[in-house]
């Protein structure tokens, strides 16, 4: 039986694209590639997530170790930088860096775990309630207030920072969610020892 984790980790296994989205709102959004792969010699449910601009794959301005768990009746994301990013940079697109990545190199970005729920025949999910989800950007200290949904076609989300003090939006999306659609999938390179919440280990 595949349980709901199991079926997150399979829907965040891809690569997506909005670039639909990027070339009739040129100014609006920024044509971005999102790729995530399994980490299979990592703990089950750690996923490297990379962001990069079209233009530039191989520079990733945002690149994460995520960890799906379930916790009680839950399903979590956590959010891990990585040391020296740079020295991963790219990995998801030649895999064979991806086993490089190890437990030491990861910190967990406290306060920015995301909380995800069933939604049709997908998810939806929000970073953890408490504004503690800090993010430096453009000289200034922002909460993060964030959202995405995801299934079998693709993904959207909404990241937005806020001033501590004033709440006001600093940076993020003005217009509404980015529009991903689903490119690839690598839900095949989840590695079946990874029981991913299965309630029988031998099922
Ligand atoms: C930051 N985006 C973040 C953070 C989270 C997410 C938790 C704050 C922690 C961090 O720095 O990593 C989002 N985490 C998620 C999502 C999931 C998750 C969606 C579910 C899979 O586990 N984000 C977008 C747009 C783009 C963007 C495509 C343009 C606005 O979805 C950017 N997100 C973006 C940026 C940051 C961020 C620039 C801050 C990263 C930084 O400056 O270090």
Redesign the pocket.
Known sequence: MSTPLNRLVQL?CGSFT?DEQAFENPPLY?H?N?TVRPLPHLAEGMLL?E?AYALAPAEP??I?V?HACAEGENLH?R?H?LRDAERFWGATLQPEKLPTIHAPDLQL?EG?T?IVTPQGSGFS?E?EPGCR?M???KGRTSY?V?R?E?DQNGMS???R?HDPDSHEQI???LAGP?LFRRVENYAAEIPSHWGLGTSDPSA
């Open positions: 965040l909005n920024a971005i999102v997530l962001q301005y945002r994460r995520l994301i959010n930088a970005l920015c995301y999910g970073v989800c993010v430096e950007r993060l964030s995405f995801i989300t909404i990241d920072g940076w993020g999306s980015f």
